[in-house]
């Protein structure tokens, strides 16, 4: 279970991880087999990366008040299945994730520490395609991927 949440909504938190761990899973079987393919990993650069232009497009909220896009980004759900600490300002979005379901799910498929920070760098291109969407410059620090205890993801709302 869950620290410190109570426990209806610990069990909410545990399912939602567990429909990202299951989708982690889709991905990590459809990189192997591609790998297997002779397929080098810029495809899944480009699917992912436009996967999170079309959630730019269409999930996210067009406006000039940087905080409606740190709410939806950011939102309650969210940190709870990630454990987010998010600080943020008008212009400004600092994220830092303590679990990762992803990396969790590839972990137990066998992911070797290379395959989980690949797929990380994967996964990110739709953060970083919703970003560019919007206008936001998005970085990338630590990640729990490749052996951080955190995930550093950096948002700034370009003026």
């Known amino acids: 279970m869950i620290k ?15 429909a990202f761990e299951h989708r982690a899973t889709w991905m990590y079987l459809m990189y192997k087999e591609a790998k297997a393919a002779g397929l080098s990993d810029e495809f899944a650069h480009k699917a992912i990366k436009e996967c999170g232009r079309f959630h730019g497009e269409n999930k996210y909220t067009h406006t000039d008040d940087f905080n ?11 940190k709870g299945v990630f454990q ?6 008008d212009n400004n979005l600092s994220v830092d994730f303590h679990y990762c379901p992803l990396v969790a799910a590839w972990k137990k498929l066998g992911a ?11 996964a990110m291109d739709g953060d970083r395609g ?8 998005f970085h990338l620090g630590k990640t729990i991927a490749n052996g951080d205890d955190i995930c550093e993801v950096r948002i700034k709302k370009n003026k």
Do not use: W
């Open 68 to 78: 409606v896009f740190v709410n939806e980004f950011a939102n309650e759900n969210v």
């Open 130 to 137: 919703i970003c560019e969407t919007l206008g936001y410059d």
């Open 4 to 18: 410190n949440v109570p426990e209806d909504r610990g069990q909410h938190i545990e399912d939602l991880r567990n």
């Open 112 to 122: 070797t520490d290379e395959e989980c920070a690949v797929l990380c760098d994967i």
């Open 84 to 89: 987010m600490d998010v600080k943020s300002d």
